[in-house]
């Protein structure tokens, strides 16, 4: 038992804080351990990157849209908040996933796994790729694999095992996408490990991704209840939202900057302007710049750690068109756009085709990605200025002319952390330094994950280590 009662702050309500905080209050309310918790958040209000709107029908994401099922954490959140009948499956038919090659929109062949191809014949059928670049692909067959454990950059592997043409088609706009990254600086290891694993237990990407799927067939495994990605019917921000009202044990600044962290013995101050408050353990979510500068007047070298961690900007824009003033059938999840053709914008979602409810009747939604590594300049232009741009992309593409219905911008600046090869054992580096301090954590997409699911298992692990450092204080967090 904690002998005088504990208080815990966190820093930041997105969802890793605010999974952080709920996951503390239910574990003290379980094993009986009165501590008091407090989350600051900067901005008027909670969710950080998640934020859902209804619009006239239609429900449009700023940031996610959707999280994925095969990491448990996500959905088993979902179920403890109650919102499981409140969950959207992707749509079971339209999968299809376009890639822009030469102006067109050209399908990635069937049974593709963001790289690889897990059915030949689709694969050797597709235009998307040329014959070089298949016979290339090909070569995966009969590449050894790499002997030495040493990261390495996504392009580079990829590169090394699927040649040029793969890295631009797939690894560029899919893998490195994700992250809105340069796939020559992201790192494989932190990343896609599946895929580092997949060429070191196989000796070949194609030939793991052909084994699996005859495993998978041959052990007659059920189809999985939920799609690979979800969404909730009245946006994603349902799970803020549900997660603040269950929040009933912890006290909540809204719309207060923290401007400063310093340590004091024991714990920690934490200040928001003029007013001091006093911690006995400390999370702190923020993006690493952020975290750095609170950190630089009392650890130096914790505080060069986290500048290490490069952030880059990004922007969606949500367009709703009546369907009849769309040419073009929106018959599939969306599009990428690799580098090469040049365009204002990343990628697509057809958010009213991947997932029911998106839009009302006889309307379609389309977002846009914009930004990244390459194009951060486009994340100062004005909420207008993108519209027109993502416009005048759609015009081309899938040939709209029409005034949209609905137009929404999001502008995300330095909010997608990079990944760089060597990022797992700068993580470890930035764990190892943090215990030299007792009761302060470090979580949140910035370090093991940044996906929805990364960010509520990140939350579970802290509030296990933050309950285990008061009910221990004497053993190092
Ligand atoms: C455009 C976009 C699309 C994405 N799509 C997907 C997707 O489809 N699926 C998916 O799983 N993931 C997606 N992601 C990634 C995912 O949304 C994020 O990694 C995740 O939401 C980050 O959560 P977080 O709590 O770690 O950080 P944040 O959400 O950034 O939360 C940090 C919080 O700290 C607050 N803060 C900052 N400074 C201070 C301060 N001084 N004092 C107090 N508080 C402060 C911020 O206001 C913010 O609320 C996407 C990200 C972006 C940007």
Redesign the pocket.
Known sequence: MVSQQKKVII???????LSTAYFLQEQSKKNNVPIKIRL????PRL????TSEQVDGFVIEG??????TQKKWGMELIQQLGLTERLVQTHPVEKSVYILSEGKLIPMPQGFNLMVPGQLLPFALSPLISLFGKMRMGLDLFIPKKKSSEDESIGAFVRRRLGEEAVQLFAEPILAGIFAGNADKLSMKAAFPQFAMLEQAHGSLIKGMLKRKQGAAQKGQPTPKWSLFVTLEEGLSSIVTELKNKLDHVEMDIGK??TSVSPTQPGYEVGTGSEKQHADALVI???TY?TAEWIEEWDMPLCALLQKIDYVS?A?VSLGFRIKDVPHPLNGFGFVVPRKEGSAIMASTWSSTKFPGRAPKDHVLIRV?MGGAYRQDITNQTDEALIATVRKELQTILGIKADPVVARAFR?QK??PQYYVGHLDLVSKIESACQQHSGLFLT??AYRG???PD?IQQGMETSEKVLKLLLHPSRKS
């Open positions: 820093i930041g309500g997105g969802i890793s804080g600051i958040e900067a901005s969710g950080g990157k998640i940031g996610p849209d959707s999280f994925i900057p923290v979510t923020t993006p952020k990004t969606t990605f995300w909010a997608n949140g997409a940044v996906g929805i960010c």
